[in-house]
């Protein structure tokens, strides 16, 4: 059995970077993963989704060039060369980070199945040197999670569905995809694959896409999928699935109290994700997990058994990669660095990867109402931004959420393109204090998207 002095379990946003730092800093640490190196955001995440993304925009912009004066007979798009280009891009982005790690002083690099034998020991399973034992006082949990299957669903284990992970393979456009789930992974997935050229069906449960923004935010991206001619369902379930052999598969859909059948060729299943804690044994090591096998943390990140720290996605709430990364950076500041921070308070911004992009942080108008906060709300469509209206795209709206008292940003929702990263010119303002009369009058460059944040806060009454 060998001794380390940190073992971090999960190669992902927060354990990889972790890893490297405690060892960097003198701490004997080992770094087990049980598949490919860099976690969910490099291989099935982040990085092949948004490169993915970029391939549906072009076809997006070739198909609506003539509006523009550019003439373009016509274009194919070549399924098998957007994965390879995918792949290019992720491999690069995966080797670099495990050929970082491996060239890293006092640490090593396992790749296995790890498992709890009690609170400070862990058995690895290695498909070349079978099973190893190591301990340390110090242990990070970054295991992330899966997607979640719905098995309840009558025939779903007798058919070819795809998940977020595997539907990143394929090499021809699917005939008719079908989604299950109206939220973040399958909005970007459907919106992706409608401009590859396939027909798409999305079913969600709820009384809207989105559900978790405010109403006026999921009708306007309702809208702009529509407009692709993306078939939404609401108040929709899967009640059975039916595949004969390997063709067509029939989804029985109740919609409200409606039944029917739809045919297709593809399935994704969307609905959400799960932790990946089943498999290592926490019971023996007596950390506590929630009902859905989350584990639970303080804002010090630290389990309820004292020196196990859970990290990122496996830990629940956000499940975003900027979340998990800063998880490590208040992990290892604190632990090295001897500071004294917490998640307490945190920001949590967000996008969407739709086209246009939903940019969110802070709280929506649903939130302060709920609160009974006293704020106001301004709004501006897209089509009132000089920039959008000179680049042609104009769908979308910006929203912000402000204290009518002491004129606070207290939440920002951007649909449209750059939606992110004018949602971060306003997180700024937030972190700063600076009240949206200020950003009223602000000198910002012309033409520039953010420089409509002017117009936005004119349409508040001081």
């Excluded at 108040?235 to 919609?255: E, Y």
Aim: hydrophobic share 35%; net charge positive.
């Amino acid at each position: 059995m060998k001794q380390y002095d940190a073992i971090v379990i999960g190669s992902g946003q927060a354990g990889s970077p972790l890893a490297k730092k405690l060892a960097e800093a003198g701490m004997k640490t080992l770094i087990v993963e049980k598949r490919f190196y860099g976690g969910t955001c490099i291989n099935d995440g982040c990085t092949p989704t948004k490169t993915m993304v970029a391939s549906a925009r072009v076809a997006y912009l070739a198909s609506k060039c003539n509006d523009m004066g550019v003439t373009i007979k016509g274009y194919k798009v070549d399924m098998r060369q957007i994965k390879k280009h995918k792949d290019e891009i992720l491999l690069k982005s995966r080797n670099g980070s495990l050929k970082a790690a491996e060239n890293t002083k006092n640490l090593d690099v396992l790749f296995g199945d790890a498992t709890f034998i009690d609170e400070k020991t862990i058995s690895v399973r290695t498909k070349k040197d079978g099973v190893k034992e190591f301990k340390a006082d110090k242990i990070f949990i970054n295991t992330g999670g899966k997607p979640v299957i719905p098995h309840d669903i009558e025939g779903i284990d007798e058919i070819d569905f795809l998940t977020s992970t595997t539907i990143l393979d394929l090499e021809k456009v699917p005939e008719h995809l079908v989604i299950l789930g109206g939220n973040y992974i399958g909005l970007e997935f459907g919106q992706m694959f409608a401009r590859f050229g396939s027909k798409v069906t999305i079913i969600e449960k709820s009384d809207r896409i989105l559900s978790h923004e405010d109403d006026d935010i999921s009708l306007e991206l309702t809208r702009i999928l529509q407009e692709e001619n993306i078939t939404i369902h609401t108040n929709a379930k899967v009640a059975r699935f039916k595949q004969k052999g390997s063709g067509k598969i029939t989804a029985t859909v109740k919609v409200g109290n409606n039944e029917e059948k739809i045919k297709c060729s593809h399935v994704l299943i969307a609905i959400g994700r799960a932790p990946q804690t089943d498999t290592l044994a926490l019971a023996k090591t007596g950390v506590k997990t929630d009902e859905k096998g989350y584990i639970p943390v303080n804002t010090k990140l630290e389990t309820n058994v004292k020196g196990i720290y859970a990290l990122g996605d496996v830990k629940g709430g956000p499940a975003f990669t900027h979340i998990s990364y800063n998880d490590y950076t208040i992990v290892y500041r604190n632990l090295i660095e001897g500071q004294n921070l917490s998640t307490r308070n945190r920001p949590v911004p967000y996008c969407m990867f739709t086209d246009p992009e939903l940019g969110r942080v802070g709280i929506s108008e649903t939130e302060a109402k709920e609160k009974g906060l006293n704020y106001k709300v301004a709004k501006l469509q897209m089509s009132h931004v000089a920039r959008a209206i000179e680049t042609g795209d104009t769908r979308g709206m910006m929203k912000a959420v402000v204290d009518a008292k002491t004129k606070k940003i207290l939440g920002v929702a951007i649909v449209g393109t750059e939606g992110g990263e004018i949602m971060s010119v306003l997180q700024m303002a937030m972190e700063g204090g600076i009240t949206y009369d200020r950003i009223r009058y602000c000198v910002f460059a012309h033409p520039t998207y953010s420089e409509s944040l002017n117009n936005l806060f004119m349409t508040l009454e001081d």
